[in-house]
């Protein structure tokens, strides 16, 4: 009989989530390129977004998608240097304009070793690629040191994204010219800036604070994996082969994100994981979540019953006489009107005898009262 005497947990896990900027930029800039080389399974943002995209943008995104894995590292090596994501857009981009030759070079290196390590875990052994990778080392201190064998790491990551024989030298000519890379990166993300992503992020930004707002709580609660987080807080579940890694992570950082819809994507530094996700998924839990309060909304719909509450807050307790003397109605009046608060569960009732008594649901209507409270907290 098999025993497991001793059986290791997952660690307990810090949540939070932060908006920014960046990050929508890069996953907009990622899901168009996406769409751009065959990907069918996008929004009309993004298709129309994509129609309306530069020949010179095109041309950018053409050149950097590969080492840079559709902007994929820009975004990781940002995270990875900035403890902060939260910066508007001048500070983004300052930051990107202060780059220097020796920064933009390790982002290169980084880009390579990243792209070949996802080759040799995900992707089938390619002869061409195989006889380029004979005279590269991937340690990054070789690969700073030596043009030569960053040239040539530089044509195996070309091949493992099919890039056309023809076409390599050309391309990996332009990653020695690392000024000409960085100019191609700028030019990129202030492009899809100006042309749309500026719009969209100032038009979603109420969303997204709300978003975060109203998650406050369920970021506070403690899960049995990260997984189940994940389901309970964007309502996705995280189909993929890195559950157990995601699972690990010490800290989770959600990330809202516009146009991913039912699509997630992560990035995992040590035990830190950051989860792009669409907030709009978010919508329909929260109108499930609104619906819960509408019969009680409906309850306080009515002037009289509005009076009915008024004189239980006041007095407590009341039985149904006491009630049609104060107001001086019909008892039918007041029965009716007293049955729609108590399916409504804004009024509590006991009986004594053949005497009913009713008070206020105090927690009902606190309930109501912190939703209608949280529209203005945006």
């Known amino acids: ?17 932060v908006n920014s900027l960046a990050i929508n930029l890069f996953t907009n800039i990622q899901l168009v390129d996406y769409y751009l080389n065959g990907s069918s399974k996008q929004n009309d943002w993004i298709r129309n977004f994509s129609a309306d995209l530069s020949e010179t943008s095109k041309k950018d995104l053409k050149l950097l998608r590969t080492v840079f894995a559709h902007s994929v590292i820009l975004r990781d090596f940002y995270i990875k240097k900035n403890s902060d994501l939260t910066g508007n857009w001048d500070l983004f981009i300052q930051w990107w304009e202060q780059l220097d030759e020796a920064d933009i070079l390790a982002l290169v290196i980084y880009g390579i070793r990243e792209t070949m390590d996802y080759y040799h875990k995900y992707i089938p052994r390619m002869l061409a690629v195989e006889e380029v990778m004979q005279e590269v080392r991937l340690e990054e201190e070789s690969l700073f040191q030596d043009s030569d064998m960053r040239r040539q790491a530089v044509k195996a990551v070309l091949l493992s994204w099919s890039v056309p024989i023809e076409k390599i030298n050309k391309l990996a000519e332009h990653y020695d010219n690392l000024s000409f890379i960085k100019e191609s990166i700028i030019r990129l993300l202030r492009t899809f800036w100006n042309s749309g992503v500026n719009q969209q992020w100032q038009s979603n930004q109420r969303a997204l604070v709300t978003w975060v707002r109203q998650h406050e709580t369920l970021l506070k609660k403690s899960y049995p994996t990260n997984g189940a987080a ?14 157990e890694k995601i ?13 991913l819809e ?4 992560f990035t995992r530094f040590d035990k830190h994981i950051y989860l792009m996700f669409d907030p709009k998924v978010e919508a329909g839990r929260n109108k499930e979540k609104l619906s819960g309060y509408s019969s009680a909304f409906e309850g306080l719909g009515d002037i009289t019953r509005l009076q009915i509450i008024d004189l239980l807050a006041e007095n407590k307790e009341m039985f149904a006489q006491q009630i049609i003397q104060q107001l001086n109605l019909k008892q039918s009046t007041v029965s009716r009107h007293l049955n729609q608060l108590q399916q409504a569960n804004l009024v509590t009732v006991h009986q004594e005898g053949n005497t009913k008594y009713f008070s206020i649901n105090e927690d009902e209507l606190k309930k109501v009262a912190a939703t209608l409270n949280s529209f203005l907290k945006v």
């Open 247 to 259: 699972n690990r992570a010490e800290y989770l950082t959600f990330i809202p994100s516009s146009n």
């Open 262 to 265: 039912r699509l997630l994507t």
């Open 230 to 243: 994940i389901f309970e807080i964007t309502g996705l579940y995280p189909d993929t082969s890195e559950l």
């Open 1 to 17: 009989m098999e025993r497991h005497l001793l059986i290791p947990a997952f660690p307990k896990t810090e949540l939070n989530a």
